[in-house]
């Protein structure tokens, strides 16, 4: 027999109003359970979020770290891998007018108090081994922009130090009336080439000193531009997938394929942007690190980084180069062939008949909408050229168009300005432990430490 409870003293009615209680306090029980759940949920999701977007602070790298804002470029390490220390000096405007950062503000580096070892320790923060000169020219002679927050930076300990470290780091105000202008490597140069009448477009020794042709497994596969005595700019649609170094070999001073003597140099290191993808087109831009430094010698020379802030205007005559197809799905060209085409505004690159806003600010257009002119496969890489005060700047590195030369179709190329802080920081980190000396041939020179 099954047991039935009834408790004592209980009526139906008494039964029924407990029971209706019970069920109360069940759903109040319930919501208040929801509420907390979803409250908890939220608040770990925003705090999630907040962490891994760091808003309003600095994220370390790719990594999760995020430091305060002020903390960036203050003299201290604070990221596990001391990337808030890193592109804390940037030359800006078309005099290469010094800037330095700290706390997050850019400030124009006066001329007092300045001298040579300032000099040489902002070029190694650039990425450089070399350092040649400062100069130093009116406030009023550079751009507006950069005339508003000013520094003098005094320093007396002779040693190399990362310039938002100097003690002394003060003045909104430049007592000289001067700013200072850094000159870390003769670049931009073409010593070696006399204008002759070129036999169309082929190019002469010496024209394109700075294109470099990048063969992989022995064959051409991308052009590249050299930077410095170490470092090819290329793009990163011509590395991605192929980044053994030992794969590669880098030839210079040539403007004949098959390579006959001319220098021929191993591959250290290649890096290529992180936010890279196969299948996108932005961040097509890589480094190539030479396992030994080249020798500069007219026929081989690094042509000049543009500064932060440089536009190129629509309408500028520049100059592309490279071995690449001569036409649509051709075949690789035997000799360097280069062409003269003038850049293009976004704004006209991205016309519904163009590209139709897939130009983003990584990219610049340069070429004719009529056709008839461009880079094609084998260009990729190689450079996007501007002569600019009778010195070469390397504006863009080839990297896509649909087909070649056709109608509305030009070519599309990384846009250096844009890609500068990503290039000047990887220089940066691999730069060397070391010392600068003045040398007796009246040059600065960088010593390795042991
Ligand atoms: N992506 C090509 C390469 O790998 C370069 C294409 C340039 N195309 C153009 N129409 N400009 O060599």
């Known amino acids: 027999m099954p047991v039935t409870k009834v408790q004592p003293f209980?009526?139906?009615?008494?039964?029924?109003?407990?029971?209706?209680?019970?069920?109360?306090?069940?759903?109040?029980?319930?919501?208040?359970?929801?509420?907390?759940?979803?409250?908890?949920?939220?608040?770990?999701?925003?705090?999630?979020?907040?962490?891994?977007?760091?808003?309003?602070?600095?994220?370390?790298?790719?990594?999760?770290?995020?430091?305060?804002?002020?903390?960036?470029?203050?003299?201290?390490v604070d990221c596990g891998n001391g990337e808030d220390e890193l592109g804390c000096v940037r030359l800006s405007g078309r005099s290469s007018v010094l800037q330095v950062q700290r706390g997050g503000v850019w400030r124009?580096?006066?001329?007092?108090?300045?001298?040579?070892?300032?000099?040489?320790?902002?070029?190694?923060?650039?990425?450089y081994t070399s350092y040649v000169?400062?100069?130093?020219?009116?406030?009023?002679?550079?751009?507006?922009?950069?005339?508003?927050?000013?520094?003098?930076?005094?320093?007396?300990?002779?040693?190399?130090?990362?310039?938002?470290?100097?003690?002394?780091?003060s003045k909104t105000q430049c007592t000289s009336g001067k700013v200072t202008t850094l000159k870390c490597l003769e670049c931009g140069f073409r010593p070696k080439y006399a204008t002759r009448i070129v036999g169309g477009n082929l190019s002469r020794p010496g024209q394109?000193?700075?294109?470099?042709?990048?063969?992989?497994?022995?064959?051409?596969?991308?052009?590249?531009?050299?930077?410095?005595?170490l470092w090819i700019v290329t793009?990163?649609?011509?590395?991605?997938?192929?980044?053994?170094?030992?794969?590669?070999?880098?030839?210079?001073?040539?403007?004949?394929?098959?390579?006959?003597?001319?220098?021929?140099?191993?591959?250290?290191?290649?890096?290529?942007?992180?936010r890279y993808r196969p299948k996108g087109l932005d961040y097509d831009i890589a480094l190539m690190k030479l396992t030994k430094p080249l020798v500069f010698n007219g026929f081989v020379e690094p042509i000049c980084l543009p500064n932060y802030g440089e536009e190129f205007e629509e309408g500028t005559m520049c100059w592309?180069?490279?071995?690449?197809?001569?036409?649509?799905?051709?075949?690789t060209s035997v000799f360097l062939r280069s062409a003269m085409v003038p850049i293009l505004s976004t704004k006209t690159c991205n016309q519904p008949e163009v590209y139709q806003g897939l130009i983003s600010p990584w990219m610049i257009c340069a070429g004719y909408l009529e056709g008839g002119t461009d880079s094609c496969q084998g260009d990729s890489g190689g450079p996007l050229a501007c002569e600019d005060t009778s010195r070469w700047k390397l504006v863009g590195a080839t990297s896509w168009g649909i087909g070649c030369a056709i109608r509305n179709k030009p070519g599309v190329y990384?846009?250096?300005?844009?890609?500068?802080?990503?290039?000047?920081?990887?220089?940066?980190?691999?730069?060397?432990?070391?010392?600068?000396?003045?040398?007796?041939?009246?040059t600065w020179i960088y010593s390795t430490l042991e």
């Open 320 to 331: 592309i180069s490279g071995w690449g197809a001569t036409e649509d799905e051709g075949e």
């Open 414 to 442: 990384t846009r250096i300005t844009h890609s500068l802080s990503w290039i000047r920081q990887q220089m940066e980190v691999s730069a060397c432990y070391c010392t600068i000396q003045y040398n007796s041939n009246e």
């Open 235 to 274: 793009a990163a649609h011509c590395v991605f997938g192929f980044t053994d170094p030992s794969m590669w070999t880098i030839h210079v001073g040539q403007t004949e394929q098959p390579v006959h003597g001319a220098q021929s140099l191993a591959v250290e290191q290649i890096i290529y942007h992180t």
């Open 108 to 127: 124009t580096v006066c001329s007092e108090d300045w001298n040579n070892l300032l000099g040489a320790s902002a070029c190694k923060q650039l990425g």
């Open 133 to 169: 000169e400062s100069f130093f020219i009116p406030l009023t002679a550079i751009e507006e922009r950069l005339q508003y927050n000013l520094v003098s930076i005094n320093l007396s300990q002779s040693q190399i130090i990362k310039l938002q470290n100097a003690p002394t780091f």
């Open 208 to 229: 394109f000193p700075w294109q470099v042709s990048l063969h992989f497994s022995s064959e051409h596969l991308c052009g590249g531009s050299i930077i410095t005595s």
């Open 10 to 76: 209980m009526t139906e009615d008494d039964l029924d109003k407990k029971w209706k209680k019970r069920l109360l306090a069940h759903r109040m029980e319930l919501i208040i359970a929801t509420c907390i759940i979803v409250v908890v949920t939220l608040a770990l999701g925003i705090g999630l979020g907040v962490g891994l977007s760091c808003v309003g602070k600095f994220r370390c790298g790719f990594s999760s770290q995020c430091i305060r804002s002020s903390a960036q470029c203050d003299g201290e």
